[in-house]
């Protein structure tokens, strides 16, 4: 009996969690911890990670928010390149590679674009474009993903001695609803294990 109101319970009070994201910003607050706000300044390039694809292949909705702030940077010389990163050894197409046909598209020349096609994760993404920035010779370096994603990425390319300004796009979160806010909630839920377990890591 005991054990059986226990999974009521439990189910009931999934089931209000639900409900709550749903129809209520949780997604929003729960974020705040995760997330550094910075102001951008003039860099030697913006970094866009890819948030992914979708089961098309086209560009996820967070990937799309991204893409479009790294642009808009761009266009407003913030960086002489736009870096875009993400993808994978074996899956096609290549999320870098959808971002550059979207990046093209809206004006951003060829020759100011690279890619970085191989990353599968956050580790990998700032592994890899670590790797770029030293390559390059540069100093500093913009880099453009959610709000929630901030802190994990921050503390990963300063653990790297890259010098890294993080931004991201301020309605992403806000302006969610439905399935997409009940979504979100669960990756930043998904976002504090990971870091955890970054930290865990180091030490």
């Known amino acids: ?3 059986k109101r226990l999974i009521v319970t439990f189910s009931v009070l999934i089931l209000v ?6 129809f209520l910003p949780l997604n929003y607050y729960l974020a705040l911890p995760l997330t550094i706000k910075e102001n951008p300044k003039p860099a030697d390039a913006i970094v866009v990670l890819s948030g992914g694809l979708t ?17 808009n940077l761009w266009k407003n010389d913030y960086g002489r390149y736009l870096l875009l990163s993400g993808g994978s050894f074996t899956k096609e197409p ?6 550059a046909k979207d ?9 100011a674009l690279l890619l970085e096609s191989s ?7 700032v592994l890899l474009t670590t790797n770029i920035y030293y390559q390059n010779r540069w100093h500093r370096i913009l880099v453009v993903t959610s709000a929630y994603h901030t802190r994990r990425v921050k503390t990963m390319y300063t653990d790297r001695g890259v010098k890294v300004i993080v931004i991201y796009p301020e309605k992403e979160l806000i302006e969610a609803r439905g399935f997409l806010r009940l979504r979100q909630t669960f990756v930043i839920l998904e976002e504090y294990l990971k870091l955890l377990y970054y930290f865990i890591g180091k030490v």
């Open 94 to 99: 290549k999320d870098a590679s959808v971002m």
């Open 1 to 3: 009996m005991k054990r």
């Open 119 to 125: 990353s599968e994760n956050t580790y990998e993404n």
């Open 55 to 71: 089961k098309k292949g086209d560009l996820g909705e967070s990937t799309k928010e991204r893409l479009n702030l790294g642009i």
């Open 17 to 22: 969690f639900l409900i709550a994201t749903w």
């Open 103 to 111: 990046a093209l598209k809206k004006g951003v020349p060829a020759e």
